[in-house]
């Protein structure tokens, strides 16, 4: 409906800029590639820091509460927080482009980091929880990039293109929980506490990021691609048709996108939350937490490029599959392995990372699919809220669970949950294959 497209004067304004690329399919690739480049520019900054809050924010919050009980709380804060903002960035974003929603979501990150460590310095935990909501913006703007690379992306691209956008995110991601130790010395060295060191990075990241998207994408892509979508409609219909004119979705596809996606997040945020305090009550330093979780985030990112082309090639559903199977394999390996084994930790977060890969490229690929230009930011950001929901409540169960039970519990809970993808991609396969023939048959 008219409400949930972009706003018509958005389009007047581009309308000099982007003629030109709407009647030629060579510049819609060389813009299709600039895109790339610069999500990749920007998710190599939001990668760094969104690290910051998953290797030490649970560490942070148990030293200033005294208590692990609600040492989940601050995953739980930092999803809640991404709920919200991935909301607004996906409505800002339908309604006037990816650049100022992306930008908008970044740079209120960094603001939410700046928040974190001026907690810090004053031990203020209402301060620590409410910068935590709003450093949130930053983690949900940094998943949300990755559909700015799929505007333009032709079908069989588009598995390809978020992962482009979300292995760019490695250098960053893995960068980050490494220079913890080193992070926190120089906090030290200023007079602030070392556990909000990796925040000082966290802020100038983030709004490096937001910089990026606000300077340099233009002309923006979801304009470009709404553009071409209702350029491509006017060919075939009359402009009266063309007004009455609802976009084409498939809610099975959604649903199916949003539901992998969900289960692999609760999944992948709980049992990760719960690793630092687990490793620390069983001797481990700072610098091999650093080390495992650098580790894991590397594997939720850095094999993106394969899983993107895996996704585009073998198929949306199979590889959700895969997902469930391997985030199997990772509860079973984190609940088996000895507290001071590094080796068995390393491979459990390892192979609860590329779970969480393959569940959430799969299924944005599923929910590109489903979607139209015209609502496609607006349907992005609602399931984005989603799993920052769904994720915010696996890590505020997690610090209970442990708490109650045993992180050998949380762990098994974890992996026999992810199970549930097989059931739920073995009906939309068949469901689509109905669909299909029925189709055939009319």
């Not at 599959?321 to 609940?335: D, Q, R, V």
Request: proline share 4%; glycine share 12%; charged share 10%.
């Amino acid at each position: 409906m008219a409400k949930d497209r972009m706003e018509p004067g958005i389009l007047e304004k581009q309308t000099a800029s982007i003629r030109c690329i709407i009647d030629s399919p060579e510049k819609q690739k060389q813009l299709y590639k600039r895109t790339l480049l610069i999500v990749i520019l920007s998710q190599i900054f939001g990668g760094a820091g969104l690290a910051a809050g998953v290797t030490v924010g649970a560490l942070l919050a148990q030293e200033m509460l005294g208590t692990d009980s609600l040492a989940g709380i601050p995953a739980a804060l930092l999803t809640l927080g991404s709920a919200v903002a991935a909301l607004l960035v996906g409505r800002i974003s339908q309604k006037v482009g990816r650049r100022i929603g992306l930008a908008a979501g970044f740079l209120a990150g960094g603001i939410g980091a700046v928040g974190v460590i001026f907690a810090a310095i004053s031990q203020n935990v209402p301060l620590l929880f409410l910068s935590l909501l709003i450093y949130g913006a930053g983690t949900a703007t940094n998943l949300q990039a990755r559909y700015a690379g799929t505007d333009l992306a032709g079908p069989k691209q588009r598995a390809t293109a978020v992962s482009v956008a979300m292995v760019s995110t490695t250098f960053g991601a893995v960068a980050g929980p490494n220079l913890v130790e080193v992070m926190g010395g120089i906090a030290a060295s200023m007079g602030i506490p070392s556990l909000a060191g990796p925040f000082i990075l966290g802020a100038a990241a983030f709004i490096l990021a937001g910089l990026v998207f606000l300077l340099f994408l233009r002309p923006d892509p979801l304009v470009v691609a709404k553009a071409i979508a209702e350029a491509q409609k006017a060919d075939q219909q009359t402009q009266s048709d063309l007004q009455g004119y609802e976009p084409a979705t498939n809610n099975r596809g959604i649903i199916v996108g949003a539901v992998v996606m969900i289960l692999t997040q609760i999944v992948m945020v709980a049992i990760m939350t719960m690793t630092p305090i687990h490793m620390k009550h069983h001797g481990h330093g700072l610098g091999e937490v650093g080390l495992v979780i650098s580790i894991h985030i590397g594997a939720m990112y850095l094999p993106s490029l394969l899983t993107g082309i895996l996704v585009d090639k073998v198929g949306r559903t199979a590889m959700s599959f895969a997902s469930g199977a391997i985030l199997l394999a990772a509860g079973i390996t984190a609940a088996l392995a000895p507290a001071d084994s590094m080796a068995l930790l390393i491979t459990a977060l390892a192979l609860l990372g590329l779970g969480w890969n393959f569940g959430l490229i799969s299924g944005t690929a599923l929910i590109v699919d489903a979607t139209h230009p015209a609502n496609r930011a607006k349907t992005q950001g609602t399931i984005d809220v989603l799993i920052a929901l769904a994720g915010a409540s696996g890590g505020a169960l997690s610090g209970m669970v442990v708490a109650q039970a045993s992180y050998a519990a949380l762990s098994l809970a974890g992996g026999f949950l992810s199970l549930l993808l097989i059931p739920v991609g073995v009906w939309y396969h068949h469901s689509k294959k109905a669909a299909e023939s029925q189709s055939m048959t009319l």
